[in-house]
């Protein structure tokens, strides 16, 4: 795949890392993407060990496709790219968060996020003192 490098090259996650993390049964993490300077969330993603690294590594923001059960970077076909400004883990390990830079849309429906297109009904909470 174009912009992801072969199977003999990929990069290697730090141990250190690889340890903190709580993966999936298919050794996955959620990845939430926000953009850095609004913390407009733009899209929730999953990451294999690979993924992250190349992540981590490359300046890009790289993903595992479940559907597609392979790596894809983000903007190598649409040219809608996510240049990654920050990369933190929660808490529990299981879970990160990608703060980048967007270039156009982050939704493949074309949307600035993918979460435009449906909002739900909610009861709207109040807090109390």
Known sequence: ?????SPG???VLDPAIAE????????????????????EVLMVAWMDDEALA??????RATYWSRSRRQRWRKGDTSGHVQWVR???????????LVEVD???AACHTGDRTCFEATVLPV???TPTA
């Open 102 to 104: 967007q270039v156009g």
């Open 9 to 11: 090259s990929s990069p």
């Open 1 to 5: 795949m174009a912009g992801v490098s």
């Open 86 to 96: 920050k990369v933190s883990l929660d808490c529990d390990g299981d879970a990160l």
């Open 54 to 59: 190349e992540t981590l590594t490359s300046g």
């Open 123 to 125: 009861a709207v909470g």
């Open 20 to 39: 903190k993390l709580k993966r999936t049964s298919d050794g996955l993490v959620c990845a939430v993407v926000q953009q850095h300077d609004t913390r």
